[in-house]
């Protein structure tokens, strides 16, 4: 069972008492508490088509608090509360190194909280083998549940989720997730929120976070409730655009292009396209990405043949010839930007002592390396055994993959979200647009967003900052009663620019905080921006 703890009010700061116990680290000098919270939110409309309504236990969407530890006392008032919106097929605990890294700058007299948010859909993740593993330190059981049809407590695995079974996802689109959202920055006591709420979102995240400042909540404009935006390697590119999705490819004949191919049309997902299935692998490949990591940290070492990985791999490397390796070099040969098949998922964590050679990408994009056929067993170098030294270490990583009450992925990410977010990449519809009318697609306020802005480039933007230069021309001067009230967004003031074409597109949320490397001063920025765009004292959120 996921673990949470229930916020009944929404409006005002609450005061829930965790139901699990809290996972305490001492990390850097700081004593970091993690709370897994459940909250609650707005149920969508039913699919229209089927009738099929979302049921009651996936009205709620799920945050990883990350706080400063108080030994039991009261969290002590935040300098700047730190929300981070994942990205596609994105988790919660893909930020995990991150928060930790936003927490541990924190000082005694300016606490810092980073919140990750783990979107409804995470809700339908039957997560029992994998918290049965975690528990026991032993990655057969989740092995066992997920794919061998053995019982844990009595409970077999029921099967991955079908399209034909979430009929409701459908209408988990635009409009749900930014209700979601504001269910989770009202938790901030609203007289608190337009000073201390930065929100921060990685990849398709940061285009959901600037459609969420600029989003009209029925006459409240997101902005108007945020200290402060973060842009983490993503951007929409149309702010202040014209539409160019036609009302009938939205309905009826879809879209082209994309990460993977085309976003099915309306129809489609509300008829039969309910979430995005990974190719090849589908949702299976997150619990065995998820073993893989367990594998790696209680296990390196050892050569555990374990099937639903090699499987996976196999997949992945388009060969069935893979050689030895040890659980440490196939968690890294998985992940890392020389080997990973899915550009999007990799980080800069090392090397493999065995032979590679080149291979075709199986999701297209050029060639990446794959184990060669060798009699040498395959091991890791990690991150700082390398020449010259990467970035991340495997060892973070496979931890944030492997955390408890949440997934580092996602599972069944609705196909509607996607398809939505291309009516309101330009931020500025006007409120008679057909998405508006139509759909309550109300990102309408692009032009009045007065908040400051810091933005990163890393992989996926090749690290060009003017892959942002739509919305910086699109935002007015920081507005009054901010403390940078008045600046321009020529001035660092207003509108910080960051560029690392080294990282991975994940690097920044899993890199290693080595002081001095480049990982830290990306923290570094990025916690001085949130310290710098709120003012002395801070809020308790209970």
């Given at each position: 069972m996921r673990p949470f703890l229930c916020v009944a009010c929404l409006t005002v700061a609450c005061a829930?008492?965790?139901?699990?116990?809290?996972?305490?680290?001492?990390?850097?000098?700081?004593?970091?508490?993690?709370?897994?919270?459940?909250?609650?939110?707005?149920?969508?409309?039913?699919n229209p088509i089927t009738q099929d309504a979302t049921p009651d236990d996936f009205d709620a969407v799920t945050v990883v608090r990350y706080r400063v530890d108080t030994a039991g006392q009261p969290p002590r008032p935040a300098r700047a509360i730190v929300l981070l919106m994942p990205g596609f097929l994105g988790g919660a605990g893909s930020f995990d190194s991150l928060a930790r890294a936003i927490v541990r700058r924190s000082t005694p007299s300016e606490p810092l909280e980073a919140w990750a948010i783990d979107r409804r859909s995470n809700l339908m993740e039957d997560r029992r083998g994998i918290e049965a593993a975690l528990t026991a330190k032993d990655a057969e059981l989740l092995t066992g549940y997920y794919f061998d049809g053995k019982a844990i407590d009595g409970q077999t695995f029921s099967g991955f989720r079908t399209q034909e079974s979430l009929a409701f996802e459908s209408e988990w689109g635009l409009a749900s997730t930014m209700n979601d959202l504001r269910a989770v920055v009202s938790l901030v006591p609203e007289a608190d929120r337009r000073a201390r709420v930065i929100l921060a979102g990685h990849s398709l995240g940061a285009g959901l976070a600037g459609m969420y400042a600029a989003w009209d909540f029925e006459g409240t404009p997101g902005f108007s409730q945020l200290a402060g935006l973060v842009l983490i390697d993503g951007v929409t590119g149309s702010e202040g655009s014209a539409l160019t999705v036609t009302r009938e490819e939205y309905e009826t004949t879809g879209l082209m292009g994309g990460t993977f191919g085309g976003r099915p049309s309306l129809k489609q997902v509300r008829e039969s396209v309910r979430y995005f299935a990974f190719p090849l692998l589908e949702a299976k490949l997150f619990p065995i990405g998820v073993g893989t990591a367990m594998r790696a940290m209680w296990r390196p070492d050892a050569i555990d043949l374990d099937r639903p990985r090699r499987e996976a791999l196999e997949t992945l490397f388009l060969t069935n010839t893979l050689p030895r390796m040890t659980n440490r070099a196939a968690f890294g040969l998985a992940f890392d930007a020389a080997t990973c098949p899915v550009s999007i998922a990799a980080v800069n964590a090392g090397a493999t002592d065995g032979p590679l050679v080149d291979t075709p990408s199986p999701f297209g994009g050029g060639t990446i390396q794959k184990p060669a056929n060798s009699n040498q067993t395959f091991r890791w170098n990690e991150f700082d055994q390398v020449e010259p030294a990467e970035l991340t270490s495997l060892s973070e990583f496979a931890l944030a993959w492997a955390r408890p009450g949440v997934d580092f992925g996602e599972w069944?990410?609705?196909?509607?979200?996607?398809?939505?977010?291309?009516?309101?990449?330009?931020?500025?519809?006007?409120?008679?647009?057909?998405?508006?009318?139509?759909?309550?697609?109300?990102?309408?306020?692009?032009?009045?967003m007065d908040l400051p802005v810091l933005v990163e480039a890393a992989g996926i933007l090749s690290g060009q900052t003017s892959r942002y230069d739509a919305l910086k021309a699109l935002l007015p001067p920081v507005g009054d009663g901010r403390p940078q009230s008045g600046a321009s967004r020529s001035e660092a003031r207003g509108f910080v620019a960051l560029s690392h074409p080294t990282f991975t597109h994940i690097d920044p949320l899993a890199g290693a905080d080595v002081p001095g490397g480049a990982m830290a001063q990306w923290f570094d920025a990025l916690a001085a921006f949130a310290k710098e765009h709120t003012p002395e004292g801070g809020v308790v959120v209970r």
């Open positions: 829930p008492v965790p139901v699990d116990p809290n996972v305490i680290e001492t990390d850097g000098g700081v004593a970091i508490r993690r709370d897994v919270l459940r909250v609650p939110a707005p149920k969508p409309p039913p069944y990410f609705p196909a509607r979200l996607s398809l939505d977010t291309s009516l309101a990449a330009s931020l500025t519809l006007k409120p008679d647009d057909w998405p508006v009318t139509a759909y309550g697609v109300r990102a309408l306020h692009g032009r009045a």
